[in-house]
C-alpha cells in the first residue's frame, strides 16, 4: 500500500522537553514524582515508570523527594502545596504555556476580566485557572451567558486549539456587545502547523490515520480536522488497534500523529502499513 505521511507530526518541542528533563532527572535519583501523566502515550509512561517515574495525581500522594511538572503546567494550589512539602520542583512546563499563564494574570493586572477558550478539563487549562484572579472558561457559545456585557474582556486561547475555531468563538463575543475587547493569540504554531499538514495530506488520499493518545487533545483536535475533509480517518493509538478490513479497497493511505507520540509508534505503523498485502484480518 503506497503511504504518505504528514510533513509535521509527532513529538512537539514541549513535549521533548519534558522527556529529556525526566530523563536528565532521574539518571541520579530513584524516584521522581510526575504530577499527572507525563505525556497521553503509556508506553513512553510505562518505559519512563521502569526508570523510577512515578505518576501521582495529587501532592498529598508525595512525602519527600523531586516533583515534575509536565508540559500542561501545574494549578497554583498545587505549586502551593509543593511548597508547602519542601519538595525539589523539576518544571517542565512548555514556554508557550507558562506565557499564557503570565499573559492572563497581567490581563487581570490591567482590569481585564479574562475569558478563556478551551476545555475546562484540560490540565492546561485548569493551570492557567489557578493562575488568574478573574477567569472564564468559554468551552461553548453558551458559556457566554457567564459574562456580563459591559466588561472589559482579556481573551486567550488554549494552545492546541484551531486557529478556525479560536476564530468562531472570536466572532461570537463580538456580537455579544462587550465595552471593550484584548484579544492575544495564545495558539501554538506547533500545533496549528501538525493541523496544516494533516488537513493537506488528508485531502489526497483514500485513508487517514490519525495515531496518539485518546486523551491527548492535539491528537483528538487532528482527527476531528481531518474527519471534516475525509471521512475515512481513523484515531489509534497504535498498529495493533487497526482492524484490517478498513484497508480493503484503499489505494494510497495517509498517517499523522499527535504532539505525543513517539516516532516509533509512526515508523512501525508505516512501515506495516506499507507492507500490508491485504490477506491479515
Ligand atoms: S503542543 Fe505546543 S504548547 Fe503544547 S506542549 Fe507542545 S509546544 Fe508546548
Redesign the pocket.
Known amino acids: 500500500m503506497k503511504v504518505l505521511v504528514a510533513e509535521k507530526c509527532g513529538f512537539?518541542?514541549?513535549?521533548k522537553n519534558a522527556i529529556n528533563m525526566a530523563k536528565k532527572t532521574l539518571a541520579d535519583r530513584d524516584v521522581v514524582y510526575s504530577l499527572g501523566s507525563i505525556i497521553h502515550n503509556q508506553d513512553v509512561v510505562n518505559e519512563l515508570a521502569s526508570d523510577g517515574l512515578e505518576t501521582v495525581e495529587s501532592v498529598d500522594q508525595i512525602e519527600s523527594g523531586t516533583v515534575l511538572i509536565r508540559?500542561?503546567g501545574a494549578t497554583k494550589d498545587q505549586l502551593e502545596a509543593i511548597k508547602e512539602k519542601e519538595l525539589e520542583i523539576v518544571d517542565a512546563t512548555?514556554?508557550?504555556?507558562k506565557r499564557l499563564q503570565k499573559i492572563s494574570q497581567s490581563l487581570n493586572q490591567d482590569g481585564y476580566k479574562v475569558a478563556m477558550i478551551g476545555d475546562e478539563n484540560h490540565p492546561?487549562v485548569q493551570a492557567i485557572v489557578g493562575f488568574s484572579d478573574d477567569i472564564v472558561v468559554i468551552g461553548s457559545s453558551d458559556d457566554l451567558e457567564k459574562l456580563s456585557s459591559h466588561e472589559k474582556l482579556g481573551i486567550i486561547c488554549q494552545?492546541?486549539q484551531t486557529p478556525e475555531y479560536f476564530g468562531e468563538m472570536l466572532a461570537n463575543i463580538v456580537k455579544k456587545g462587550f465595552s471593550e475587547l484584548k484579544v492575544i493569540n495564545t495558539l501554538?504554531k506547533?500545533?496549528i502547523k501538525r493541523q496544516e499538514s494533516a488537513v493537506k495530506l488528508c485531502r489526497q488520499v483514500d485513508i487517514m490515520f490519525v495515531l496518539g493518545g485518546l486523551h491527548s487533545a492535539?491528537t483528538r483536535k487532528l482527527a476531528e480536522l481531518c474527519k471534516k475533509y475525509n471521512n475515512q480517518t481513523f484515531h489509534l493509538q497504535n498498529w495493533d488497534e487497526l482492524d484490517k478490513t478498513v484497508l480493503s479497497g484503499k489505494g494510497i493511505a495517509g498517517v499523522t500523529a499527535g504532539?505525543s507520540t513517539p516516532d516509533r509508534v509512526i515508523s512501525e505503523f508505516v512501515e506495516n502499513l506499507k507492507a500490508y498485502k491485504g490477506s491479515e484480518k
Not at 12 to 15: I, M, P, S
Open positions: 512537539c518541542l514541549g513535549v508540559s500542561h512548555c514556554v508557550l504555556v492546561e494552545t492546541t501554538c506547533e500545533a492535539n504532539a
